[in-house]
């Protein structure tokens, strides 16, 4: 269940206020000063996208822009296309540029060899560390909103929700640990598999 499907079921409070303090907190976060996430690296993050800005984007792409459904708009039940510049969309504080160009140059500036392993563990490094960056961020909204009830029922319930997603960080540190290790090394500790589709 999703943090909105649990503020719903809280008969007891505004909604649509407890939605807004959330979009708070996400803005204020997405704001926030980041450093590199490449090891050892001490520089201030950029964004970074989740897919290949020069691949899979620019397909999609029409005068340095993307559509996405507005999500202020999506709450309220309609789903109102919204014009997003590409250096915003699909995107989160992650690498700095050094690392950002250096590290995904093989998946960004030609065309993509998915028979070489490091290029497809290099899609997995973005994802991992996406999926680290959603967790901290349901993690800050789950202690908001779990610091804004006084039944003792829904606290219980934040703290199990936030619980969990702490084990998924553990689970996703050992993981980006391996994935490290294979990029130093040229190990290849995954199974990474690609599917074609025949036209």
Known sequence: ??????????????????????????????KAKRI?????????????????????LSVFMKDNHLWQINRKNFRKGLFEPQKVGINKIFSFKCFCNEHDNKLFSKIENVD???????ARLLFLVRNVYY???????????????????????????????????????KDLNVTKQAMWKDIDTGNKSFVIEVRFMIK
């Open 36 to 56: 590199c996430c490449y090891p050892r690296c001490r520089e201030k993050a950029k964004n970074s996208h989740i897919l290949q800005k020069k691949g899979i």
């Open 1 to 30: 269940m999703t943090l909105n499907s649990y503020i719903k079921m809280d008969k007891n409070k505004d909604v649509l206020s407890k939605l807004n303090v959330l979009e708070k907190i996400e803005k204020k976060l997405i």
């Open 131 to 169: 999926e680290l960056y959603k967790k901290e961020l349901a993690i800050s909204k789950f202690e908001a909103v779990k610091d804004t009830t006084n039944n003792l029922k829904k606290k219980e319930i934040y703290k199990l929700l936030i619980e969990e997603e702490q084990k998924g960080i």
């Open 112 to 118: 993509i060899d998915f028979s070489d392993y490091q």
